[in-house]
């Protein structure tokens, strides 16, 4: 019988796309030409015999019922030979990376990503700092991080991109549909992006505005919100039990984005795998039922 063989680094880059929406967005996260990674997708898209993409004028607008089948594939596919090498290989890298992420990580996707990790990197030492964007994104061009993980809400020069979400107002279930003015807010400090987002859609609507409550928790925030105290904005990912989702009279907000920004000079490969199984729990989470 003819076997048939389907290029795992094609599959790579058809994960990137589907990740990142973009040709040159995939092949820059992938180190590779935007030509180079169109004629993988072609030549897979020719092995099947299937079009696995959709293009309008030139930019990708999702993928075909064929392309979203074999992404999930990919991703597990992708996944175990990553785990498999990596199992198999033994990687005999010590030392110490310096990693900078926002608090809200440590709760959701950091216990599955350090797990991984570990197993993968048994011989590196990891040492963390938990900040605003603002104080980690200082740290690694000062060259005391190895590599930040950050927020923003719009461009990031230097950085990759690994998650994309939108951001929302919520509050807690006794919040009444009527809008209190000064609009009660709960809030991170000064530099959050979110934060900066938030103030800055209530400014452009001419909305007043007061800080009721303030912290650098996230479990915190959340407790001052399902208290009553006010309204916060916080990507969909962290609506917790005892919040809800508001949109009546307030202005829409932009999406939240995860960027990942490396120290200056060559990286070790361990901290590209580090934010890559950041970024990969993240889709898993998502793509997790409820």
């Known amino acids: 019988m003819l076997r048939r063989h389907l290029d795992i680094e094609a599959l790579r880059a058809l994960v990137a796309i589907a990740d990142t929406a ?79 992420l926002p608090e809200e990580l440590m709760e959701s996707v950091f216990p599955a990503a350090m797990r991984r990790f570990r197993e993968q990197y048994p011989g590196m030492r990891l040492t963390l700092r938990c900040d605003l964007s603002a104080a980690l994104l200082a740290a690694v061009d000062a060259g005391t991080l190895d590599l930040a993980l950050f927020k923003h809400c719009g461009a990031a020069p230097a950085a990759l991109d690994l998650w994309q979400e939108p951001l929302a107002w919520m509050a807690g279930e006794a919040w009444a549909n009527e809008r209190p003015t000064p609009l009660p807010l709960a809030l991170f400090g000064e530099n959050c992006a979110f934060r900066i987002a938030a103030t800055g859609a209530l400014a452009r609507e001419g909305i007043e505005w007061r800080l009721a409550y303030t912290g650098s928790s996230t479990t915190g925030l959340r407790h001052a919100v399902a208290c009553g105290l006010g309204v916060t904005v916080l990507p969909r990912s962290l609506l917790a039990p005892g919040l809800s989702v508001v949109a009546a009279g307030l202005p829409a907000l932009p999406d939240a984005h995860l960027a990942v920004r490396h120290a200056a000079g060559e990286s070790h490969p361990a901290a590209a795998r580090f934010a890559a199984l950041i970024g990969e729990e993240m889709r898993l989470r998502r793509a997790a039922p409820g």
């Not at 072609?42 to 064929?66: F, I, M, S, Y």
């Not at 498999?84 to 890298?93: F, G, K, L, M, Q």
């Open 22 to 100: 973009s040709f040159s967005q995939a092949a820059g996260q992938l180190g590779r030409t935007q030509s180079a990674v169109s004629l993988q997708i072609k030549r897979l898209e020719e092995t099947l015999g299937r079009t696995l993409l959709r293009r309008v004028q030139g930019r990708v607008d999702g993928a075909t019922e064929e392309g979203r089948a074999l992404i999930a594939y990919a991703r597990q596919i992708l996944r175990l030979n990553d785990e498999a090498y990596h199992c198999v290989a033994r990687e005999t890298s010590v030392g110490t990376l310096r990693v900078g």
